[in-house]
């Protein structure tokens, strides 16, 4: 069975470009979450979809923002880039809600 | 103040130690305790969870929480060198399940031959 998978795995942008992140989960699974992961604060939920329904949100600016679609893959969007947002992304997914499965991240540097 | 508090070592012990790993918190709502386990340019993968108080305990690994003291802990018996990597407590209250998980810095652990 394949993992979770996300692409790219890397990326550089610029301050105020804005990026789009994309998650395949394990098939079958039906939520997907993302967290993004620094070494100052270390992972940090940003939200969860369940069936292409935002499900839970944390507590990050509305320049963050998500979707899915109803193959349950999922993309982040984050607009008008800062040097803050520079961080290794993760998504997870899980069947109904239970033990997540994260995907090895996408590394974003924000010059 | 950070809702949970994880020494980010690094910890480094020799082959065949006993490793003890500990995060404390301070939401009482937390129900679902976790750890993970972060080798290098990979993503976190679950090693064990436990729900509300108690031990419990999987091959080498062994976890407890102390709701009381608001601890948790992960040990880890017979050490390998292959254990050597990032250790993540994380934790989520009883609406949210496995979901919107609060997650400690983590803890470096290096095991050397």
């Known amino acids: 069975k394949a993992g979770v998978t996300q692409t790219p795995r890397y990326l550089i942008k610029t301050r105020g470009q804005q990026v789009t992140l994309s998650c395949s989960p394990i098939s079958g699974h039906r939520s997907v979450s993302w967290y993004q992961q620094t070494p100052g604060q270390g992972l940090q939920f940003l939200f969860e979809?369940?069936?292409?329904?935002?499900?839970n949100k944390g507590n990050f600016p509305g320049r963050f923002s998500g979707r899915q679609f109803s193959n349950s893959r999922s993309e982040m969007n984050v607009s008008t880039l800062e040097l803050g947002d520079s961080a290794l992304y993760l998504c997870?997914?899980?069947?109904?809600?239970?033990?997540?499965?994260f995907g090895p991240g996408t590394r974003l540097t924000v010059l | 103040q950070k809702e949970v508090e994880q020494d980010p070592g690094p910890l480094s012990v020799p082959e065949g130690a006993i490793v003890s790993l500990n995060c404390t918190y301070s939401n009482s709502a937390f129900q679902y305790f976790m750890w993970y386990r972060q080798y290098s340019r990979k993503g976190p993968e679950l090693l064990m969870y436990?729900?509300?108080?108690g031990n419990k305990e999987d091959g080498r690994f062994t976890a407890q929480v102390d709701k009381s003291s608001k601890y948790i802990s992960l040990f880890i018996r017979d050490s390998q060198p292959s254990d050597s990597a990032t250790y993540l407590c994380?934790?989520?209250?009883?609406?949210?399940?496995?979901?919107?998980?609060?997650f400690g810095t983590g803890t470096r652990l290096l095991v050397s031959p």
């Open positions: 979809y369940f069936s292409e329904t935002q499900r």
């Open positions: 994380a934790m989520s209250e009883i609406y949210t399940g496995f979901q919107k998980l609060v």
């Open positions: 997870a997914s899980s069947s109904q809600g239970d033990e997540q499965f």
């Open positions: 436990t729900y509300s108080s």
